[in-house]
């Protein structure tokens, strides 16, 4: 249906900023809402942002709540992570993916898993 493919990650000192991209090739990604999550290593798939088909809707847990921000431009069938006031917790690789039905909340994945971007915060 749809392919993503993160980027934007990298090394980060405490406090900084990262903003990741997920671009999909096909044309069917704006008819689904889109949601980032994040792996640590041992650890299970946490969810971390949600967005609506339009844009007009975003929810976020508490762990990302304040700090990131989810954004899509819809023309460039990109979905956007701005990640602020970073913490070495964040550390993780960060996913994209979009959702069976266009609602943000709540957010059900309904595509296949890319590769993801390291995301990497020293203290």
């Known amino acids: 249906q749809v392919q993503l493919v993160e980027s934007g990650g990298g090394l980060v000192q405490t406090g900084g900023s990262l903003r990741l991209s997920c671009a999909a090739a096909g044309r069917t990604f704006n008819d689904y809402a889109a949601g980032w999550f994040r792996q640590a290593p041992g650890k299970d798939r946490e969810f971390v942002a949600s967005i609506n088909w339009s844009g007009t809707f975003t929810y976020y847990p508490d762990s990302a709540k304040g700090r990131f921000t989810i954004s899509r431009d819809n023309a460039k069938n990109t979905v956007y992570l701005q990640m602020n006031s970073l913490k070495p917790e964040d550390t993780a690789v960060y996913y994209c993916?979009?959702?069976?039905?266009?609602?943000?909340?709540?957010?059900?994945?309904?595509?296949?898993w890319g590769q993801g971007t390291q995301v990497t915060v020293s203290s």
């Open positions: 993916n979009t959702g069976k039905t266009g609602s943000a909340r709540p957010f059900v994945s309904g595509g296949s």
